[in-house]
Nanobody, 124 residues
Framework: VQLQASGGGLVQAGGSLRLSCTAS????????MGWFRQAPGKERPFVSA????????YYADSVNGRFTISRDNARNTVYLQMNSLKPEDTAVYYC??????????????????WGQGTQVTVSS
């Protein structure tokens, strides 16, 4: 079972990036998929999630209106489109999977599987 995140990089403020997370070894459609991020020396707060069933989406206030999460169950992949990036978005971004979870999906401990992280750096 593996989650492989990609798509990070260096971008100027106001720019865009699209992160991808591809899963293998699991029934992807049965998992709520989330994105979290972690800056050096800080906690790992919730960024966004998309539910396993109806596909409802959720966003942290800090990214709402700028980021869009989506999933392609046929490709076992979840995406995070990030627009209007700000220097404070700089962090390592982690994807995570929570089996058939529709509750408390902003809590890291609800997720059983984690990817390795991809670095996003936004310069001012």
């Amino acid at each position: 079972v593996q989650l492989q995140a990609s798509g990070g990089g260096l971008v100027q403020a106001g720019g865009s990036l699209r992160l991808s997370c591809t899963a293998s070894g699991l029934t992807f459609s049965s998992y709520t998929m989330g994105w979290f991020r972690q800056a050096p020396g800080k906690e790992r707060p919730f960024v966004s999630a998309i539910e396993w069933g109806g596909g409802s989406t959720y966003y942290a206030d800090s990214v709402n209106g700028r980021f869009t999460i989506s999933r392609d169950n046929a490709r076992n992949t979840v995406y995070l489109q990030m627009n209007s990036l700000k220097p404070e978005d700089t962090a390592v971004y982690y994807c995570a999977a929570a089996w058939r979870n529709s509750d408390y999906i902003s809590r890291p401990r609800e997720y059983q599987l984690w990817g390795q992280g991809t670095q996003v750096t936004v310069s001012s």
